[in-house]
Every structure is written in C-alpha cells, then in structure tokens.
C-alpha cells in the first residue's frame, strides 16, 4: 500500500540505471560490491516516485511528560531488536535500500520522533497477537509513520488503508471521523488484514507483505503464473509492479539496520519503552477546542493524537475516546467530569426562513442534517418556516478547526515565486498540458497545490501557477556552476515512463533530452530504450 521536507518513501531507483563518469555498464550486470559502495547513485537518485505520499500537515511536538527526558535507560528499540527474526537476503535490492537509509540517519530520526506517541502501544498489540515485530517498521514504508499521510491512490493514514479495505476491516469513514486516520483503530485493522493475507499466502511473510501493498489478486496471479512455467513461486522470482518489487526490500532493510544499527553506523532516536499516552472515555460528542483546553494541549496537538476526526468535534455516535499523554490524563478526566452536558457543544437556536432546507442549514452551520435531525428528534427531513432547531455549532472560530489539508495548500500557494496565475481545470486537461501553456513542469504545479503529480485532476479544480519561476522549463537543465556537480547517466525507459516524467524526475527539460537522444516527440519512447542524461546531482 502505499520524510519529511523530502517525499515519504525516498529510496534508489537502482538497477535499471547507472551514473558513470567513463564508458557506461548495463546496469543490470552492477554487481553487491560496487552498489554498495556507489555513493553517486546515492547522490543523485533521490526521488522514489513509486510512492507519492503526501504529508498535509507539519509536525507537531506534543508534550508526553512534564519535563524533558534526558536519558532513556530502557529502550523501545532494544525491546524490538530482540524480536527481530526475518531472514535479511544480501541480494542487491535490499542493500540499495538499506544504503540508502543508513545515508540518511536524520531521516530515521524524524521519523522515529514522529513515531513516539504511538510506538508502544504497536509493540504491544503486535506482541499480543503473536505478529512478527518487524511489521512495527511497515508505516515507516508505509506513510513515514504519519497518521495523516495520504496517497495519490486514496490511501490515507499511518497503514495506508483504502477507503474499501478500512470498511472491509471494520475502519468507520463518514463525515466526522476516518478511522484510518486513528492510530489505534488503523492498528488492529491492519493487524486483522495482515493475518488474513499470512493465511491466504499459506504462512510466507513476504507474500502477504507484497499483497498488503499491491493486493492479493494481483500477487495471486504472479504465483499461478509463474507455477504454470515451473518457476519458482517466491517473492523474489515473481513478476510484480515496481513499487512492490521496492516495498518488501525497503521493510527487510530497515529490519537489518534497527536489528544491527552499529554495523551501519546508524544511531537510533531513544524511545522509552513505556506508555505515554492513554485512552480516556469521553461519553459523547464533545467540542475538540473544549478537549484540548481540558487536557491544557492546543487543538494541533490533540489532533495530532487523535487525527481521525474531521471535524470540530468528535463524531455524535462515537467513537467516544481520546488519546491523552499520560500526564494529562488524570486533570482531564476531572475537567470531564465538572462539564454539564449542555456544556460540551455550543448550541444555536435558529428560525427557520422560507427556501430552507435541512441540507442548506447543515452548510450554513457547517454539520450535517443527521446531526440536526438527532439533535432536534426529528424523523424526517421536513421543516417548516417559523419554527427554531437547536444546532450544534464550534465553541471557537472555524479557523482553528481548519482541516490541516486546506492550511498546508494554502502555505504552499503562498510559497512560489514569480507572477501568480489562478487556473481553472478544463475538459481534457494533464498537468503536462498546464505545464506547457505555462512553462513550468507538471511536478512543480502539483507541489504548489498540495497533491501528488499521479492525482487526477477534476473538471472545475481551481490551480495555483507561478509563471517566470525558477523552475520553468526552459530552466529545468542545471547550470553548471562551481557549486554544480554534473553526471552522465544512462537511463532505462520503463513501462509508464514519457518524457514529461523522465524530465521532472532528474530536473532538466524535454528539449534537452531530445537532443541529447535525437529523439522525435512525436514517437513514443520503448520500455528498454536507453536514454543519455546530463543531470545536476546538486538539485536533485
């Protein structure tokens, strides 16, 4: 299924491609030795873009304890460590991965930080379910442990459910709560969905964990196909997407460097092995604002425990939990219990006008007509003028309520140079399309606009460009200044590839790349064909 300042799953796009100052090599004949000691590639490929998972929020530093822990004399890590029993095969894929991760300690660290509040209480239910320890290291593949990650595919939260599996695993979705979002509830589905696919796959691990990423049909079929041919049946000899031939090689890596950190001169972010956070039954429906007040938090930092609800209160028919640090927990539960009932939402009397409707109300009050006909016991939708309805309103400003996805677009639309250009998306339009009128690449329009560039565009859909930027095409090949480090890299085209995609990834333009190759773009380029490259390792 599907860290940070960079793309989630940042990893080599190794094997299909080598940099070289001199005569070039098949890449396919690079042998363990010289991958592992390669650090152009190391340098120069850092874009996966098999994984496009966006990041809708900056991190929050919420306070577990009262004061800072300076030591950590039991780590979470040690406790992991033992428990770490996957077979780690020294083949070339899982050594590119864990190069990469081991070149990238901060990266680790942010994550693992990100991971905090949470990680504990993953071990735990791993443990209890008799779960291999190694699946607490899959939302780093996964999402880079963020609970509000989503992919261009729809999948969202720490597991990078879809919205058909979360339901299938019984993930509540509606309009005030995703239970993808929600770090527990995510956790034991996933766990559910995990043991499903170990037994559909007859116990191997690697089967299951390829299947959670791109589905058991398709991994089924890989198996069969390969049976039919005498073939070996293994994860390794199968036939898969790319982004799954990556994705189990990137969990085995991460195992082998937590397992053995030292050899890999990693240094691990401590973790004390010790819960920090707690689940408070909250009753009913209650303000977020109000919550955060009583636990002495800010509403980003209950949110950034609790990111399953969409809202700015917890959903009417539950779940009815919160996640509190553990320090909090015990004058929260005393600011509960002091609250009156009528105290946990902010209610508004409101007359009914001539031309309304409860769907019209809802937006106005920014609810649903659920909510309203709960609140005012009504069996139907119809309404007179005249009569009042009680609506459940936000105690505080819809501002700090603002879903964080609206709050990270707009930082990002503010955040290009040059004329700004407001685009309304048209019957036929590609982001290449809107890239060419305007001069700039597909890649930078997506940033801009806080979506990954594999989303759709939708008809209507309102783009923020910035015309005469640094990153028009025409400026897309690096200079080469004394700080620019250029590289010749013989690239193979894969299925899916075109040369709007192979330009945004390496940051230099079509027309370079034509002439380079002598290419005519009006023929399609061939999955094999290769391509010659001059790349500015510096800006990739």
Known sequence: MKKILLPMSLALLVGCQNITTNSPKDPATIDVEQLAQNDDIFNALLVDESANVIHPKEDIDIPLSDQEILTVTDNIWDRVRGQLNFPIPENKQVISQRNWYAKHNTYLDRVAKRSEPFIYYIVEE??????????????????????????????????????????????????????????????????????????????????????????????????????????ATDFWHLKLPRETRDYVPKLLALADIFKRPSDFNVSLYAIANQPVISKVDIGSQLDLALAADLADLTINELHGLNPGFNRWATAPNGPHNLLIPNNKVDSFKLGLQKLDKEDRLSWQRYKIKNGDSLSVIAGRFNTTTTVIKEANSMANNNIRAGKFLLIPTATQSLDRYKSYEQIRRTKIASKGQGNKVNYTV???????????????????????????????????????????????????????????????????????DSLDRIANKFKVSITDIEKWNNLNRKKYLQPGQMLKLSVNITSI
Not at 127 to 139: D, F, I, Q, W
Not at 185 to 210: M, N, P, V
């Open 126 to 231: 791993l443990e209890k379910n008799n779960m291999p320890m190694e699946l607490v290291l899959l939302p780093i593949v996964e999402s880079a442990y963020d609970p509000f990650a989503y992919s261009h595919g729809s999948a969202s939260g720490m597991w990078q459910f879809l919205s058909g599996t979360g339901k299938q695993f019984g993930l509540q979705q509606d309009w005030w709560y995703d239970g993808r979002r929600d770090v527990a509830a995510s956790t034991q589905a996933a766990i559910l969905f995990l043991k499903y696919l170990h037994k559909r796959f007859d116990g191997d691990w690697l089967l299951a964990l390829a299947a959670y990423n791109s589905g058991e049909g398709r991994v089924s079929r890989a198996v069969k196909a390969n049976a039919r041919k005498g073939l």
């Open 426 to 496: 048209k019957k036929g339009d590609t982001l290449w399309d809107i890239g060419q009128l305007y001069k700039v690449s597909s890649k930078e329009i997506a940033k801009w606009n806080g979506f990954a560039p594999k989303d759709m565009l939708r008809l209507g859909q309102k783009l923020t460009i910035w015309t005469g930027s640094k990153v028009a095409l025409a400026s897309n090949q690096p200079a080469a200044t004394g700080n620019s480090i250029i590289r010749s890299i013989n690239y193979k085209v894969r299925n899916g």
